[in-house]
């Protein structure tokens, strides 16, 4: 589980060592705050979301939270390990590359994990509608993309950095 | 034209709809090229995602066994037990031995170690050898004469294949290492034990062969490194079939090699498009 908990971390924060260092620090959380772990909850859910909280517990701590959680192109591109299997899809890591952190993780938990709706909400604590209009409006931009037609409005994509239950704690 | 919308078509590829629906979806994508034609561009945008996902994976997976092989003087978790773990044991020890597993120095003194921590033997010493280790003494008496004098062409890739999936019992993979400096060489059938093993060779522009191991069974789908004397190995499974990429050259580019491999798609099995020419006598005699 540790490679997929360490490319979970990279997608989110997009670089290579910034993965493994919130990783790190997420599972000493997760072992110091293991009483919250609930029975019967699968086992990667929680880590992953545990990790997206560590996340979103850090990033509040910046006075520009905004502009803290945007990824550079070139270090996201490095995540594909291109050097060693010579597979790197540019078009797509470039499309990853400029999505929000949130949309990012949402391709990543149903495309890349395999998770449905309901899972991947409880990881990044939204609704599954949410998920779906996310997977909707992002599948089409890409597919847009990739096929040439003309991209989808960039407001289309912009999303909070905070889960809609913190928002008015906030 | 149908109208149909992007929130139903993505339901669609994701199979996410009724049967009901989907059976609806399916009569107008028969009927009209344009919904057909953007079902395909969906499908297309949600495989590159697919693909792009599982490189990054390989490379993080890569780096765990990267990390873990070479730690004779330390803690030696296998990836396959820390796996195990997480499913039968508490969550404490299972991030434990996850963390171990992944090569991080924990100070975390106060937490009792997990009994599957096993402390670190020097590694290619065990009691009985597995195959891995027999196929790896056996690579240690080829040489680069062994492979360059008077030996048939097997130009044809898809009936070497079908030949060796014929011998093992099961489809595998015969890698094109072309790009990476090593030229196929020949293909043959070797046996461990009472069972099949199939050896794909390789030279590249020096030094001895690599040699690409497969053998019916399963296994750890995770790439695992070790070191017997000077050959180096690489084994995972995948596909019912157990492979061992041995060679006399650097481990990181053994890992890279097998990381590759791994990542190849495994190919269907064509006919031969030509009569067979035995290519030596072991191919011939299955084994």
């Not at chain 1, 997760?30 to 560590?54: C, K, N, P």
């Not at chain 1, 997977?135 to 890409?142: P, W, Y």
């Not at chain 2, 041995?246 to 030509?274: C, I």
Request: glycine share 8%.
């Amino acid at each position: 589980m540790m490679p997929r908990l360490k490319r979970f971390a990279d997608v989110l924060v997009g670089a290579r060592d910034e993965g493994t260092s919130l990783l790190g620090r997420a599972l000493r959380c997760m072992l110091d705050e293991q009483h919250r772990y609930q029975r019967g909850t699968s086992l990667d859910v929680w880590a992953f979301a545990e990790i997206y909280r560590q996340w979103l517990f850090e990033l509040r701590g910046h006075a520009l939270p905004v502009a803290q959680a945007k990824i550079d192109d070139a270090r996201f591109a490095e995540l594909f390990y291109p050097e060693v299997d010579g597979y790197l899809d540019a078009p797509v890591a470039a499309f990853l590359a400029g999505l929000p952190a949130q949309q990012r993780l949402t391709l990543l938990l149903v495309y890349g994990e395999g998770f449905n709706h309901e899972d991947a909400g409880r990881v990044l604590d939204v609704a599954p509608d949410t998920i779906a209009a996310r997977l909707v409006r992002i599948s089409a931009a890409l597919a847009d993309r990739l096929s040439a037609r003309p991209p989808a409005p960039a407001a289309a994509i912009v999303e909070t950095l905070y889960p809609e239950g913190l928002r008015g704690s906030l | 034209m149908t109208e149909l919308s992007d929130e139903l078509l993505v339901a669609y590829v994701d199979g996410q709809l009724a049967r009901k629906q989907t059976r609806a979806v399916e009569k107008v994508l028969d009927q009209d090229d344009v919904i057909a034609a953007r079902v395909d561009a969906l499908k297309h945008a949600h495989a590159r995602l697919e693909a792009a996902f599982e490189a990054i994976l390989a490379g993080e997976e890569m780096d765990v066994s990267a990390v873990s092989a070479p730690a004779p003087d330390g803690i030696v978790i296998e990836w396959r037990t820390a796996k195990m773990a997480l499913a039968a044991i508490g969550i404490v020890a299972a991030l434990l031995l996850a963390i171990a597993g992944y090569g991080w120095p924990l100070s975390l003194p106060s937490i009792m170690a997990p009994p599957q921590v096993e402390t670190g033997a020097p590694q290619g010493v065990s009691e009985a050898p597995g195959w891995q280790e027999q196929m790896a003494r056996a690579h240690a008496l080829l040489s680069r004469d062994s492979l360059e004098v008077g030996l048939e062409s097997q130009a044809n890739r898809d009936f070497v294949t079908l030949q060796l999936a014929q011998i093992l019992g099961v489809n595998l993979k015969l890698p094109n290492l072309q790009p990476q400096g090593f030229r196929f060489v020949r293909a043959q059938a070797l046996r461990s034990g009472n069972e099949p093993v199939t050896q794909i060779l390789y030279l590249g522009s020096r030094g001895g062969p690599l040699a690409l191991y497969a053998k019916k069974g399963e296994g750890d789908d995770t790439l695992t490194a070790e070191q017997y004397g000077s050959i180096g190995t690489v084994t995972w499974a995948e596909g019912g079939v157990a492979y061992l990429l041995a060679g006399d050259v650097e481990d990181t580019v053994l890992m890279r090699l097998a990381t590759k491999v791994k990542l190849e798609p495994l190919l269907p099995l064509r006919a031969a498009s030509r009569p067979f020419t035995p290519v030596n006598g072991a191919l011939n005699s299955g084994g």
